[in-house]
């Protein structure tokens, strides 16, 4: 069954329901401006990527699976390859909607969230310019004070939230690191 936020998706031509999740966080905290160098880690289908190139960001798609979209530099890679470093750039916002493959067995899933987090706030932490952005999503556990705790290391101010697009029965919640030491 489709949910509002699936089904307004499709409507406004976006290829996935978690495009609004980017929304309302980028309503919220105003992170991505016009002309402003993006990398989206963990791409596909391609949502954000789209709602960063309605905002006139140009683009970085990251992903195993191909984000075919116009206008988005895609770079087939996996996050975990210390090569990907090779084909980045300078960013000023990095998002990341990163999920492990999980497998059904709470702490290891919650550790899998925390490891993909940790590599995306590597990754942020070596591209991103002075005062840039940062967005990741991770499963909230009895991990997630470690990565708040990481992520206050390089960012002047934490936000936490979930947005009204995710579902009710997510752990899911995203981290927002706004301006980079």
Same mark, same amino acid.
């Given at each position: 069954?489709?949910?509002? !936020?699936?089904?307004? %998706?499709?409507?406004? #031509?976006?290829?996935?329901?978690?495009?609004?999740?980017?929304?309302?966080?980028?309503?919220?905290?105003?992170?991505?401006?016009?002309?402003?160098?993006?990398?989206?880690?963990?791409?596909?289908?391609?949502?954000?990527?789209?709602?960063?190139?309605?905002?006139?960001?140009?683009? /970085?798609?990251? /992903?195993?699976?191909?984000?075919?979209?116009?206008?988005? &530099?895609? +770079?087939?890679?996996?996050?975990? /390859?210390?090569?990907? !470093?090779?084909?980045?750039?300078?960013?000023?916002?990095?998002?990341?909607?990163? %999920?492990?493959?999980? +497998?059904?067995?709470?702490?290891?899933? &919650?550790?899998?969230?925390?490891? +993909?987090?940790?590599? %995306?706030?590597?990754? %942020?932490?070596?591209?991103? =310019?002075?005062? #840039? =952005?940062?967005?990741?999503? +991770? !499963?909230?556990?009895?991990?997630?004070? #470690?990565?708040?705790?990481?992520?206050?290391?390089?960012?002047?101010?934490?936000?936490?939230?979930?947005?009204?697009?995710?579902?009710?029965?997510?752990?899911?919640?995203?981290?927002?690191?706004?301006?980079? !030491?």
């Amino acid at each position: 069954m489709r949910d509002k !936020f699936t089904v307004k %998706a499709k409507a406004e #031509g976006y290829k996935a329901r978690s495009v609004f999740k980017l929304k309302n966080i980028n309503n919220k905290f105003k992170l991505i401006k016009p002309e402003d160098k993006v990398l989206d880690l963990g791409a596909w289908p391609g949502s954000w990527s789209q709602y960063c190139l309605d905002l006139k960001a140009e683009v /970085d798609a990251v /992903d195993l699976k191909e984000v075919k979209i116009e206008g988005v &530099n895609f +770079i087939e890679a996996d996050v975990f /390859d210390e090569d990907l !470093f090779e084909k980045l750039d300078k960013y000023d916002v990095v998002i990341s909607d990163l %999920a492990p493959k999980t +497998i059904g067995v709470r702490k290891v899933d &919650n550790e899998l969230s925390f490891d +993909i987090s940790l590599r %995306a706030l590597e990754i %942020a932490k070596k591209v991103l =310019n002075k005062n #840039g =952005n940062f967005v990741c999503k +991770i !499963f909230n556990s009895e991990l997630f004070g #470690g990565f708040i705790e990481e992520v206050k290391d390089s960012f002047r101010v934490i936000k936490i939230l979930k947005p009204e697009a995710s579902k009710k029965r997510s752990k899911e919640v995203y981290v927002v690191g706004i301006r980079k !030491f």
